[in-house]
């Protein structure tokens, strides 16, 4: 299977025959100009036609002329044709690079999308704890008794769980959104959010009571959720826009081979 280094040393080498080849081809073509005039010249009633009659040299000069026109005018349609020949090259290479490139991003945006997936569900079972754990501590506060705050204090402890589970998938988000070239957008927010959560859940350790640090830690939860909302939004509109470019490589491959 063929490297995207290996396609893009093909591509150059293949440039610079382009190179040579149109070099040649311009040179052959100004050989052929010159050999056409000369050509042209004992053919027609020129002086220097007249002087060769004198000489009776006219017919076997212009015998040679042509004899050497046609040698440089066979040199030259080869030229042309390689010319052609390493320009569709080129543009093959160039088609199958890109598609190489638009290939491995859609692939590295698709990893990205799942990350973004599985870090969105792990936040929302987060959120799902900790509003569970705001209703029990109303409850805990009006007088629920003791079935109130075990109950609080278990889907903290569940919340406290899942945000570890929730800090990895969003370590794991940002390395793939770097590997697809994503900006991230999140970076700031994420990051406190994942200070944020050590600090906020290191805190329920001494004071589970607290219901305006569970309200804290709910608001912290949801931007987050909102922000890897729009990295999902925005990996998707990526993936269906080099999706489009894969088609219309692919397109102009076929248009291509269609022209030979």
Not at 189 to 195: G, K, M, S, V, Y
Request: aromatic share 6%; proline share 0%.
């Amino acid at each position: 299977m063929q490297t995207a280094r290996a396609l893009e040393q093909l591509l150059q080498d293949a440039q610079k025959s382009l190179h040579d080849q149109q070099n040649n081809h311009l040179m052959l073509k100004q050989q052929l100009a010159c050999k056409k005039s000369d050509v042209a010249k004992l053919d027609g009633l020129s002086l220097t036609s007249f002087f060769h009659s004198v000489l009776r040299k006219r017919k076997q000069r212009l015998a040679e002329e042509k004899h050497e026109y046609q040698a440089i005018k066979l040199k030259y349609d080869v030229s042309v044709k390689a010319v052609d020949e390493t320009q569709e090259e080129i543009q093959r290479l160039q088609n199958k690079l890109t598609t190489f490139d638009l290939t491995r991003a859609r692939k590295q945006l698709q990893e990205a999308i799942q990350a973004e997936k599985a870090a969105l569900d792990s936040l929302q079972q987060v959120k799902s704890y900790l509003q569970s754990a705001i209703n029990w501590g109303a409850w805990d506060m009006l007088g629920g008794g003791m079935l109130a705050a075990m109950v609080k204090h278990s889907k903290i402890d569940s919340a406290k769980q899942q945000v570890h589970y929730a800090q990895q998938q969003l370590r794991t988000l940002k390395e793939e959104l770097i590997n697809a070239g994503q900006i991230l957008n999140m970076s700031l927010e994420i990051d406190n959010f994942l200070q944020f959560a050590d600090f906020f859940f290191d805190g329920f350790i001494a004071d589970y009571t607290v219901q305006s640090k569970i309200k804290r830690g709910l608001s912290a939860c949801s931007d987050a959720i909102s922000i890897v909302t729009l990295e999902i939004n925005s990996c998707h509109d990526r993936l269906a826009e080099t999706q489009r470019e894969i088609d219309n490589v692919s397109k102009s491959k076929i248009e291509l081979i269609e022209q030979r």
